[in-house]
């Protein structure tokens, strides 16, 4: 029999849970009374999304399905047993796994592969297939922070700009990092400027950087070289989000944005730009669901190996795994190998240039039709343009993202239309069009 209110108060603390949680006081509760969504609504309201997808110009995410080659790669993955049976990406890719079912050897070769597209020595290379683009940042500051301590004996500083994701915002609470804002330049990239006042400023501390490439409303892209230039001759791990930029800045004219070593030309010698890079798949690329790439050179796994495996007995997987998380979805990397053969490269070639084309053009026809909107694109490398925002119908209707910026020293709402892969003209004509009518 259920207690009332005062029998139940008349007890304390575990002994009320337990009487409260037993499974006769559970067993006497109907579970009819949650609600429950029915399935088949559901199903139906979501067939609805499909036509809506196409006016999605407010968030970075490729609504193009993938071609008919793709869903062709995952029934020969089904008929070997992935998504049919358990599969798991335990452990380090680049190591043996005496667990047999995983798909180490795709996520091996598809991290070669995206590591020369970045420009890593092919004998250098270490890195693996994350959940999402925060988890591929978490990766790249936790590594960071590990080798920096290692070395110094001391926790370093992280130093990032307002402009960059909120991930890292998130991050740098979790690893229980000192925040060190830097200041931006007119078009929201970071400072070096300033970035070197800040690191002066704290010279007792090794510093954590993490550059933006591409940040999150106005497509401003941190000054790589620059920021390196700054930490020269201090004790630093260079990380770049490039969540977005990352996937299509290599298919176009801007690739070397992205290169990790460059050519000195006086000692004849590779110079490492940064440390680690996270691109999200499902962004640019068009990946059905969240997961991400994280890059980092394989001397910097080595130094943070050691470390990292005082933290934990490694006996049970009988390797040091490298990773944070222990079960990794093996899925993810077999299915996003499709993604990394020359011919979904030269697919990925002919997206980018129609990005850049077509952001250009609303652009253009912005500043011809609705300056007092006042259009700004931060670069030719964005495929971001944001404005003063528009009536609240062209906001839904187009999802569009809205934030508070300063514009001639007032806080201003504004939006921006991030043009993806599915956002062909007709779609930015109709915006332009919708814009007019409203």
């Not at 609504?41 to 999304?49: I, Y």
């Not at 070997?80 to 380090?92: D, E, I, R, T």
């Not at 694109?377 to 187009?398: E, L």
């Amino acid at each position: 029999m259920l207690m009332n209110r005062r029998q139940f108060l008349s007890i304390s603390g575990a002994t009320a849970c337990m009487a409260a949680c037993s499974p006769q006081a559970l067993a006497t509760q109907s579970l009819t009374r949650v609600p429950q969504q029915n399935a088949a609504t559901a199903l139906k309201a979501m067939r609805h999304l499909s036509q809506q997808r196409s006016r999605m110009l407010g968030y970075p995410i490729n609504m193009t399905t993938p071609p008919d080659e793709f869903f062709a790669w995952r029934n020969e993955l089904a008929a070997v047993g992935f998504n049919q049976f358990a599969f798991n990406n335990v452990g380090n890719p680049y190591d043996h796994s005496h667990i047999p079912f995983n798909c180490h050897p795709f996520e091996k070769e598809l991290i070669d592969r995206f590591g020369a597209v970045y420009g890593f020595a092919p004998d250098n290379i270490w890195g693996f297939l994350t959940n999402s683009g925060t988890d591929s940042n978490m990766h790249g500051l936790y590594m960071g922070r590990t080798i920096l301590k290692s070395r110094t004996g001391v926790m370093p500083k992280i130093y990032f700009t307002r402009e960059a994701h909120y991930s890292i915002q998130i991050l740098r609470d979790l690893l229980h990092l000192d925040w060190v804002v830097v200041g931006t330049r007119p078009d929201g990239s970071m400072d070096a400027n300033d970035l070197e006042r800040q690191l002066n400023a704290n010279p007792n501390h090794p510093a954590l950087v993490v550059a933006t490439i591409g940040t999150t409303f106005k497509g401003a892209i941190d000054p790589v070289d620059a920021i390196q230039a700054k930490l020269k001759h201090r004790t630093a791990y260079l990380h770049l989000d490039a969540a977005l930029f990352g996937g299509y800045l290599p298919h176009t004219a801007f690739a070397a944005d992205l290169r990790h070593n460059v050519s000195n030309p006086v000692s004849k010698t590779e110079l490492k730009r940064y440390d680690s890079i996270a691109v999200s798949c499902h962004k640019f690329f068009g990946f059905p669901s969240p997961a991400g790439l994280f890059i980092t050179t394989r001397a910097n796994f080595e130094a943070f190996r050691t470390p990292f495996s005082q933290i934990h007995d490694p006996e049970y997987i009988q390797q040091v795994p490298g990773t944070i998380t222990c079960s990794r979805d093996a899925v993810k990397p077999a299915e996003f190998y499709f993604f990394s053969s020359e011919s979904a490269f030269a697919r990925q070639a002919a997206d980018a240039k129609a990005m850049l084309d077509n952001t250009a053009y609303l652009l253009k026809e912005m500043n011809n039709h609705y300056s007092y909107l006042r259009p700004v694109r931060a670069n030719d490398r964005s495929n971001t343009v944001y404005f003063i925002t528009p009536s609240k119908a062209i906001v839904d209707h187009y999802s569009l993202a809205t934030m508070q910026l300063d514009i001639d020293g007032e806080r201003t709402p504004c939006a921006h239309v991030v043009v993806m892969p599915h956002a062909k003209k007709e779609i930015l004509d109709r915006f332009l069009t919708d814009l007019r009518k409203s």
